[in-house]
């Protein structure tokens, strides 16, 4: 459960380096996200959660 929290903790970290540090971008890209497909998010989001997996099975495996 401690490594649960502390990717949650991590992710926070990476959201708010997004929005502390590059507001326009994030804006921008909030944007453009509105514009793209449905089926193209699904596809990104799908493939960041298989990323995901990989990296934690290598590095904890």
Same mark, same amino acid.
């Given at each position: !459960?401690?490594? &649960?929290?502390?990717? /949650? $903790?991590?992710? !926070?970290?990476?959201?708010?380096?997004?929005?502390? @540090? &590059? *507001?326009? /971008?994030?804006? %921008?890209?909030?944007?453009?996200?509105? @514009?793209? *497909?449905?089926?193209?998010? %699904?596809?990104? $989001?799908?493939?960041?959660?298989?990323? $995901?997996?990989?990296?934690?099975?290598?590095? %904890?495996?």
């Amino acid at each position: !459960m401690s490594d &649960f929290v502390a990717a /949650l $903790g991590l992710v !926070m970290v990476v959201e708010g380096l997004v929005y502390g @540090g &590059f *507001p326009a /971008l994030a804006k %921008r890209l909030a944007t453009e996200v509105l @514009g793209t *497909p449905e089926h193209v998010l %699904r596809i990104a $989001g799908l493939a960041s959660i298989a990323a $995901g997996v990989c990296v934690v099975w290598l590095v %904890r495996g």
